[in-house]
């Protein structure tokens, strides 16, 4: 704005010097004719006209450059207030990022304890699956056992129920037997009563003589068929080891023993030592385990008495 005011007051300060200069020619126009002093006055006026113009243009000329100068202090407050809300904007702006740079960081760090945890549970989960496995192996093993047992059981019950049939039967045909043995006792008792009774006295004293002139003869036949007889003692013997390798009672083994003697068409009481290799080999038939049956065998082989041969 003072710059056009500076300008402005130059332009009007050079119009007055020029009208002070050109004073001196008007003196000089009273001593000229009219003619020329027309021709002046018409100089004079074009010239003030023109002054004027430039004056009035410099004045335009001023004002549009007051305008502009207006408009740019105008814009120029723009400018600042456009600066201000930039630099609003940008604070804010910058804020905002710090903000973001603060989530961020948080972010971060909870993305690491993630997978710190991740990790830890990583390693929990392979921690259970080799526990896991370590128990399922256990499992297995011990499910495996149980099978093997089980199937042991199942034969040991199998043989458990072959050997009660056989003792069923057995015990069946023994109870025959003692009935029969019973009632053949009962008929022997009857008949040496009678025979007693039906005697004459006289023989009854002399068959004591005729008993004592026998006994030196039977004495040595009876001693060489005990000498061919299967011995009690190995018969226990048998008994018991039959009754150790099969697991059941001694008596259940004896009654085995008796029935398979009575099979033979013998007895135990007197069983001929020539048939024993086929009454221990009746007994080994009836054992259902062949590893039993080895067993049975091996048992009988360490006796110096027992022989299959």
């Not at 997978?115 to 549970?121: A, F, N, V």
Request: with cysteine; hydrophobic share 40%.
């Amino acid at each position: 704005m003072s710059r056009v005011y500076n300008s402005l007051k130059l332009k009007i300060q050079d119009t007055l010097q020029w009208g002070k200069i050109n004073s001196m020619p008007l003196a000089r126009v009273k001593s000229t004719n009219a003619l020329s002093l027309n021709h002046e006055m018409e100089g004079l006026e074009k010239l003030v006209a023109d002054r004027i113009g430039k004056l009035k243009a410099a004045v335009k000329a001023g004002e549009a450059m007051v305008e502009e100068a207006r408009q740019a202090e105008h814009l120029v407050c723009n400018r600042k207030a456009d600066i201000a809300a930039l630099e609003a904007k940008l604070k804010e702006r910058e804020e905002t990022i710090q903000r973001k740079d603060s989530s961020r960081q948080a972010l971060e760090s909870e993305l690491k304890e993630k997978e710190k945890l991740t990790r830890q549970k990583d390693s929990t989960i392979k921690e259970l699956e080799q526990k896991l496995a370590a128990t399922v192996q256990q499992f297995e093993g011990m499910a495996k056992d149980k099978q093997e047992l089980l199937t042991r059981r199942d034969a040991e019950i199998n043989d458990l129920k072959s050997q009660l049939k056989r003792l069923t039967k057995g015990i069946g045909e023994m109870s025959s037997f003692f009935r029969q043995a019973e009632a053949l006792a009962d008929i022997e008792g009857q008949d040496v009563s009678t025979a007693a009774q039906n005697e004459p006295v006289d023989e009854v004293e002399e068959k004591p003589v005729a008993v004592q002139s026998n006994i030196a003869r039977v004495t040595p036949i009876v001693a060489d068929a005990a000498g061919e007889m299967v011995s009690p003692e190995i018969f226990q013997r048998i008994i018991n080891e039959l009754a150790e390798v099969t697991n059941v009672m001694a008596l259940l083994a004896s009654l085995f023993v008796h029935k398979q003697a009575k099979a033979l068409g013998e007895s135990v009481e007197k069983f001929p030592r020539t048939r024993l290799p086929e009454l221990l080999e009746g007994l080994v038939k009836e054992i259902s385990d062949e590893n039993r049956q080895i067993d049975f065998r091996q048992r009988l082989a360490q006796s110096a008495q027992i022989t299959l041969n």
